[in-house]
């Protein structure tokens, strides 16, 4: 995949051409969410690196409500065990807007 520095390699998912309905199984985690919520600290300095920003933050939101939405042991048929597995809750979710001032200060150069 096509690395977008100076973001971590965990957030190659976090381009457009990607084919792949859902995160990486390495993401449904908590240790790789927060790897990922690491790597986003690390501020923009490019536009093409706030809009995979913009887009890691948007396909987190997605998976991690997918899983929400799945009732225990009723995973429906094409969505991975890793993400209807997921440990990660709304709460995880509400947590990510704290990025919000990365992309204020981006705006404001």
């Not at 199984?25 to 300095?45: D, E, N, Y």
């Not at 093409?48 to 009732?71: H, K, N």
Request: glycine share 4%; charged share 15%; net charge negative.
């Amino acid at each position: 995949m096509n690395h977008t520095s100076p973001f971590d390699p965990s957030l190659d998912f976090a381009i457009w051409t990607s084919q792949d309905p859902y995160l990486p199984p390495a993401f449904h985690t908590k240790w790789g969410f927060q790897k990922v919520i690491t790597s986003l600290c690390t501020p923009p300095t490019t536009g093409p690196q706030q809009v995979a920003m913009v887009l890691a933050l948007g396909l987190m939101i997605r998976d991690i409500m997918c899983a929400v939405e799945i009732e225990p042991n009723q995973c429906p048929e094409g969505v991975p065990d890793w993400v209807a597995s997921l440990p990660l809750t709304v709460k995880d979710v509400e947590a990510l807007p704290k990025m919000a001032p990365v992309f204020t200060t981006l705006n404001e150069r």
